[in-house]
Nanobody, 120 residues
Framework: QVQVVESGGGLVQPGGSLKLSCAAS????????MAWYRQIPGERRELVAS???????NYADSVKGRFTISRDYAKNTVFLQMNSLKPEDTAIYYC??????????????WGQGTQVTVSS
């Protein structure tokens, strides 16, 4: 089985920074892509940033220039560096991974989420 676990959320003042981490573990053959999504209660989950196994990245317009996604391939980990945080960035942040298992099956794995609150 494969799972991903997020860490690094918390409370930060506007203009501050946080770094989220997400580690995948289990019977992993390879990871095609990893991404961060966020969701405010009552609203749809939205893509924040994604990164492929070729290091191609994609960002939501609302976070371009402030957030940076990166991967540590050796540790099956993805990071989200968030700078210049705004109150509207407050949400639960979810990690997603497209994993190819050792059986060559493709799995779409979600983490439990980590709360990010931007407030003075």
């Amino acid at each position: 089985q494969v799972q991903v676990v997020e860490s690094g959320g918390g409370l930060v003042q506007p203009g501050g920074s946080l770094k989220l981490s997400c580690a995948a573990s289990g019977y992993i053959f390879s990871i095609r892509a990893m991404a961060w999504y966020r969701q405010i209660p009552g609203e749809r989950r939205e893509l924040v940033a994604s990164i492929t196994d070729g290091d191609s990245t994609n960002y939501a317009d609302s976070v371009k220039g402030r957030f940076t996604i990166s991967r540590d391939y050796a540790k099956n980990t993805v990071f989200l560096q968030m700078n210049s945080l705004k109150p509207e960035d407050t949400a639960i942040y979810y990690c997603n991974a497209e994993v190819i298992g050792i059986s060559q099956s493709l799995y779409d794995i979600w983490g439990q989420g980590t709360q990010v609150t931007v407030s003075s």
